[in-house]
């Protein structure tokens, strides 16, 4: 499964982005898919994941009330809406989508990750 990112850039503090990243192969189902983020000299963290089921959103507490994770089943796409962004939200974004993917004559899990994409926040 591969997954092609966009929607990053350069936005002053107090503004807003919205990410996409969509994920296309032969035959697959998405469980979990989520955002992270890594800011030079730090490690990959966790931004926000949603499952399949309701009630399944996880947030970062430094996101919390700022950021929204959403998808598209339909098209399989996911967005982060992020809004009322902080020069601390600057990062490099990826996407990480796990599923089940058909693989010849049966189903196999996988865990897929984006290219990355860059959120420059000016203060």
């Known amino acids: 499964v591969q997954l092609v990112e966009s929607g990053g850039g350069l936005v002053q503090a107090g503004g807003s982005l919205r990410l996409s990243c969509a994920a296309s192969g032969s035959a697959f189902s998405i469980n979990t898919m989520g955002w992270y983020r890594q800011a030079p000299g730090n490690q990959r963290e966790l931004v926000a994941t949603m499952g399949s089921g309701p009630g399944s959103t996880n947030y970062a507490d430094s996101v919390k009330g700022r950021f929204t994770i959403s998808r598209d089943n339909a098209e399989n796409t996911m967005f982060l809406q992020m809004d009322s962004l902080k020069p601390e939200d600057a990062a490099v974004y990826y996407c990480?989508?796990?599923?089940?993917?058909?693989?010849?004559?049966?189903?196999?899990?996988?865990?897929?990750w984006g290219q990355g994409t860059q959120v420059t926040v000016s203060s």
């Open positions: 990480n989508v796990q599923g089940r993917e058909l693989n010849g004559f049966w189903w196999a899990p996988f865990d897929s």
